[in-house]
């Protein structure tokens, strides 16, 4: 499997962006993609799941903020990220296929090469 992500920028405080993830390689079967971000010094983070099934799963802290979507068509998964803060500044990842505890970075053995992220006050 492999997964292009793209969409990072450069946007104010309050701005937003829209993060495109797409998959490829699979010959059968859907993904289960997953967004993760990365912020200097600090943990990787999961952001949210789209299960190929139809359930949505998000972090707290990103909740009305942040969604999750997919065109299957495409074989593409999306971030629709809005009221963005400078806290939000970070690499964003996509990633597919969790094997257990969806929000754990190290359940997953697809990665994105990761977006860049950068929110100005």
């Known amino acids: 499997v492999q997964l292009q992500a793209s969409g990072g920028g450069l946007v104010h405080a309050g701005g937003s962006l829209r993060l495109s993830c797409v998959a490829s390689?699979?010959?059968?079967?859907?993904?289960?993609m997953a967004w993760f971000r990365q912020a200097p010094g600090k943990e990787r983070e999961f952001l949210a799941l789209?299960?190929?099934?139809?359930?949505?799963y998000y972090v707290d802290s990103v909740k009305g903020r942040f969604t999750i979507s997919r065109d299957n068509a495409k074989n593409t998964v999306y971030l629709q990220m809005n009221s963005l803060k400078p806290e939000d500044t970070a690499v964003y990842s996509c990633a597919e296929g969790p094997r257990d505890g969806y929000s754990r970075w190290d359940s997953y053995d697809y990665w994105g090469q990761g977006t860049q992220v950068t929110v100005s006050s």
């Open positions: 789209s299960w190929s099934g139809g359930r949505i």
């Open positions: 390689g699979r010959t059968y079967g859907s993904y289960d």
